[in-house]
């Protein structure tokens, strides 16, 4: 999220999803840490290369520390001597691993501060802020339906 012109792109998704359904459900789940975002993430074909782009922003920030996780629990012929290929169930178990989730959160932390990316940051939590404030207002005592 840290790249601007993603993280613009992405909350221009997620508000025509809230105002198809009406539902801030999207954001609960965000702010919660539930739930699959790929889908509203990329959107279409079309639109793919501004996630390409920012993707090739994060790695090149981050790409040590990937390539080390990678190369400890991937490549590793010492852990897996065994290994011949790569399948999708090995590549599988090695993302989902809580380790990669943990390098994954804290290369977002990371970022979050860093002069490069906080504008995309800020942006985007602003943004599921206000929309969790909308709703929480709607939905009080002092606005009845």
Partial sequence: MGDFEFTSYYIKRMSSTFDINGSNKVVYSFIEGKGMFGGLILGDKNNFYVFINAFEKMWERHKELFME?????????????????????LFN????????????????????????????????????LNRYVDKEIENSIEHPN
């Avoid at 012929?77 to 011949?84: A, C, S, T, V």
């Fill in 93 to 128: 178990d090695i993302i989902i691993d809580s380790k990669f989730l943990n390098l994954i959160s804290s290369a977002i932390e990371k970022d979050r501060f860093s002069i490069k990316t906080m504008d995309g940051h800020f942006l985007f939590y602003q943004h599921c």
């Fill in 69 to 89: 996780y990678f190369e400890g629990n991937l490549f590793n012929k010492r852990i897996m001597p065994e290994l011949k290929e790569i399948n999708y169930n």
